[in-house]
């Protein structure tokens, strides 16, 4: 009777509500997370705001403590999270421009490949602890199905070609529109095409998007490794001005505001930066600037921005960005990481990869695990 009960409960989840924000908690938000740099609040009539209806399908995190705990002992059990490895990767890497060594006998460092081995060891430990786990993707390849092919009529007629009849100038110009084409197939067109899959067909609770940092290169390009290392999260918010006025990122600022994913954000975020700072012993990365704003004065970890994957995403997404995979040291741990699976070695004690996973994990189980009667996590 009582897994009946859960069922129907779980089958009438994804529901339209009313947004449960006040105009004054939804000006709140807007001066301290969504546009903190300018008056936001100002260009928005809030009644209208918090009239609307949106769609939300996800369990926060102590709505997913009583279901689990109705469903099974596991500490995760009713949880279905989404993780998303960043970029793509293999022949890919160097078109998304995360593709580097420093000398020719290193292994080539690629962000898609490492962040992809940590979302299936997450996924192994957390499904073990009870959760359902889906990858947005299993391999080095991209999942929007459009190609460069589908981009390249679009981007070509933003391009004047050149009017000189001389085969080297009319190459350069065919070669730039297929370069402009690949990048939209595999960034933009990839990210809307991830977003797409989250809202419409996996809808879980939440998405966490891993990647590895890296430093912009010393002056000169040069290639040289850099001192720096630290490590940060990213939840949606902080806007421009100049983004608000657009109309697609206001519907999409309006739908994140009232569907109840912002303060998901910040208790999910909160909790992973602060696994990620403990387990890599890491400062918190820190924007300059005001194209990011930290929004917990407790966690220096947290920052949000507007980035489009974070936007687009409907329901609680966190994006996690540690390490600097170009400074000395991680450059250092992420070769004797390649090397070892690379000789099928036992894995270094310190092994970059294993942190980043048992972070992910200790950062899931503080913000969703069940709790036990003495209030630790299980
Ligand atoms: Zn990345």
Redesign the pocket.
């Known amino acids: 009777m009582r897994t009946f009960r859960i069922l129907l409960a779980l089958s009438v989840w994804p529901i339209l509500l009313l947004a449960q924000s006040t105009p004054e908690q939804i000006a709140y938000a807007l001066s301290t997370r969504y546009t903190p740099y300018f008056d936001g609040a100002a260009r928005l009539d809030l009644e209208e705001v918090a009239a609307q209806k949106v769609e939300a399908w996800w369990s926060s995190p102590a709505e997913r403590r009583v279901l689990g705990q109705e469903l099974s002992a596991a500490p995760l059990a009713g949880l279905h999270l989404a993780l998303d490895p ?2 793509v990767g293999g022949f890919w890497a160097k078109w998304e421009w ?1 593709n580097f060594r420093i000398s020719e006998q290193d292994y080539w460092v690629r ?1 898609g490949e490492l ?1 992809l081995e940590v979302a299936q060891r997450v996924r192994a430990e957390l499904t073990r602890l009870g959760a359902q786990v889906t990858l947005l993707r299993e391999s080095s390849q991209p999942i929007n199905p459009e190609t460069f092919a589908d981009y390249w009529p679009a981007v070509a007629a933003q391009r004047t070609p050149p009017s000189e009849v001389n085969l080297q100038i009319q190459l350069q110009h065919a070669m730039a529109v297929r370069d402009a084409a690949i990048r939209m197939a595999i960034v933009s067109g990839e990210l809307a095409e991830r977003a797409r899959v989250v809202n419409e067909q996996i809808r879980p609770d939440a998405l966490l998007s891993l ?3 890296a430093a912009a290169w010393p002056e000169g390009d040069t290639q040289q490794l850099v001192q720096s290392d630290h490590t940060h999260v990213l939840v949606f918010g902080c806007l421009s001005e100049a983004e608000l006025l657009s109309s697609e990122h206001q519907a999409q600022l309006i739908e994140k505001l009232i569907n109840g994913s912002g303060p998901i954000e910040a208790t999910l975020g909160a909790a992973l930066g602060a696994a990620l700072g403990e387990a890599t012993g890491l400062p918190a990365s820190d924007y300059q600037g005001d194209n990011a704003i930290r929004i917990d004065a407790e966690v220096p970890y947290l920052w949000a921005r507007n980035l489009m994957l974070l936007r687009l995403v409907k329901c609680p997404t966190v994006l996690l ?1 540690p390490y600097v995979a170009n400074s000395e040291r991680e450059y250092a741990r992420i070769q004797a990481a390649l090397n070892a699976r690379a000789h099928h070695q036992p894995l270094p004690a310190d092994d970059i990869l294993l942190e980043y996973t048992s972070a992910v994990v200790e950062g899931v189980m503080q913000a969703y695990g069940t709790l036990q009667a003495d209030g630790e996590v299980q």
Do not use: A, P, S
């Open positions: 960043g970029h995360r962000e962040v990647h590895i940092n960005e």
